[in-house]
């Protein structure tokens, strides 16, 4: 069976997510076509016609280390002849013990507990429900609140979502959601021209220390996504603001939750966006990077093959919920999937490519690669700035650069960059009117180099009127 026939069947029955489903009638000619895929490889996808695109997206920022890679799929064959699933309440398995065992040594140090979800959105969820849940057993139970950043972006299950600050996503099911604090982003495309990011970070810190001094009586914790906005169009800001937030949840009494989900597992260029946070002002002489309370991991964490996701937190937060059962103090939180032997397979597969294939030393050439490659961009009369933060490298798209003027969302400017990438053989799913680069840590130059002129040759078709 070729493409049309394989469409023909998905849009009878298949609602895709994100997707406004008429944007898919109308066959080729269709606002946004529908592809199926019949196999991949590394970088690389293959329709049931035998066209190919390289996934310059990691299939939503999932796939590090390529599809199929012979080495992960070598350890999920050989789990799949032992132990497919067995549930996680009373009983545990040798691959999430290893898994948990390895996750401690590799987070920022003092994450000593892991506790299983399947997906990011869920992962979230258990952060939320066991902040809360730590204050009501310690005798605190005003702890009721969350405060998050403005254009955040945490998930769509309704925790999650509420923690959101993406219209987007959001306004539809406002009625159904808790009411978090917003405080202002540090997002640098806003600063003022000539400022730095530093100091631009440093300078909007003042709405965070605003709302704890404020709220902290009422707030359990605030929630970040370290160093980049992803949903959020790829906005960044500098790694100070993570130092400042430790100290200030520390003195307040609100705990952290880093949300490294799309970030985590090198994609920023450490492992883990939380280590970029410069030492502080008042120690000079410390380790660089932050220990939050909690940190939710998932997407990278099995190199996009299954779905996996862990929150890991502190032992004094363990240590709450420890008591007897007459108490009621335990976290009464599953999913039926929770540390699946599979995924977990494949996540120990997928750290012991780290430690075997360095990609954090090669992603630097990457990095360096892909940043020199859209030089020709950045005097782009319609590119209002280029950012990156390691493997992640936006294209912010702009009616007016001097001005920053947005094109009108309705143009779907970046729509018309993503259907010509196609037609040449790449995947660039845009946020709006920016487009991106998170791909696979083994894309190769030559693919670095065809990546960026497609990307070149789109932006120039989109904005030509």
């Not at 307040?252 to 939380?274: K, N, P, S, W």
């Not at 008591?323 to 977990?344: R, W």
Request: glycine share 6%; proline share 7%.
């Amino acid at each position: 069976m070729n493409n049309a026939a394989w469409k023909q069947r998905s849009l009878e029955h298949v609602w895709h997510p994100c997707t406004q489903m008429s944007d898919h009638a109308g066959g080729d000619a269709a606002p946004l076509p529908l592809i199926p895929i019949r196999s991949a490889e590394g970088a690389w996808l293959e329709d049931f016609d035998g066209k190919r695109y390289l996934d310059a997206v990691s299939s939503w920022w999932t796939n590090i280390f390529g599809h199929r890679h012979p080495y992960i799929v070598d350890q999920l064959k050989q789990q799949l002849d032992t132990l497919d699933h067995v549930m996680l309440a009373g009983f545990s398995h040798q691959p999430v013990i290893e898994l948990s065992e390895r996750l401690v040594k590799l987070v920022p140090p003092g994450l000593t507990r892991c506790f299983y979800a399947d997906n990011g959105s869920s992962t979230v969820e258990v952060a939320l429900k066991m902040s809360f849940h730590y204050w009501l057993n310690q005798g605190q139970p005003r702890k009721t609140r969350f405060v998050t950043l403005s254009n955040s972006y945490h998930g769509e299950t309704l925790g999650a979502l509420a923690l959101g600050d993406t219209g987007l996503y959001r306004d539809t099911y406002s009625p159904l959601l808790l009411q978090p604090l917003v405080v202002p982003s540090p997002d640098c495309y806003e600063r003022m021209p000539g400022q730095s990011w530093e100091d631009h970070t440093r300078q909007q810190f003042h709405h965070m220390e605003q709302m704890l001094a404020q709220h902290a009586d009422e707030v359990c914790a605030v929630i970040v996504e370290p160093l980049v906005q992803c949903a959020g169009g790829m906005r960044m800001y500098h790694p100070i603001y993570l130092t400042m937030l430790r100290e200030a949840c520390s003195r307040y009494g609100v705990h952290l939750i880093a949300d490294e989900i799309a970030v985590g597992f090198g994609r920023t260029g450490q492992m883990f966006a939380c280590n970029w946070a410069p030492p502080s002002r008042r120690d000079p002489d410390a380790q660089p990077g932050i220990t939050p309370d909690f940190i939710c991991l998932s997407k990278g964490l099995t190199g996009g093959t299954l779905p996996l996701a862990v929150t890991m937190t502190r032992e004094d937060i363990y240590a709450a919920f420890y008591a007897d059962y007459c108490a009621g103090k335990a976290f009464l939180h599953s999913h039926s999937y929770t540390g699946n032997p599979l995924a977990c397979r494949a996540a120990l597969a997928t750290l012991d490519l780290f430690e075997t294939e360095k990609p954090l030393v090669t992603n630097r050439m990457l990095s360096q690669l892909l940043w020199s490659q859209t030089a020709e961009l950045r005097a782009h009369p319609h590119v209002a700035e280029i950012r990156q933060q390691g493997m992640i490298l936006a294209i912010e798209l702009s009616r007016s650069t001097a001005r920053k003027q947005p094109y009108p969302a309705e143009e779907r400017r970046g729509l018309r960059v993503y259907r010509h990438a196609l037609e040449r053989g790449v995947l660039l799913r845009p946020l709006g009117n920016v487009i991106y680069f998170m791909p696979p840590y083994v894309i190769t130059p030559r693919e670095v180099e065809t990546l960026c002129k497609v990307a070149l040759e789109s932006i120039n078709l989109a904005t030509a009127d």
